[in-house]
């Protein structure tokens, strides 16, 4: 059973949305809200996914 929400990184933060998505994620620029209520634009990077998640999400 799926998530309800997909991670993805914005702001030096991992953020959570319930947008819909691609299989893969957010695509870099994609802007979305996520669930701590903030509208962010999506970034990408393997050192995206280090950072620290947002406690609101």
Known sequence: MPYPF???PARGERHAGRDSA???GFRAGTCVE???G???VA???AAAWLWPTCATC
């Open 6 to 8: 997909r991670w993805f």
């Open 22 to 24: 691609p299989r893969l």
């Open 34 to 36: 996520a669930l701590c």
């Open 43 to 45: 970034e990408e990077g």
């Open 38 to 40: 903030a509208a962010l």
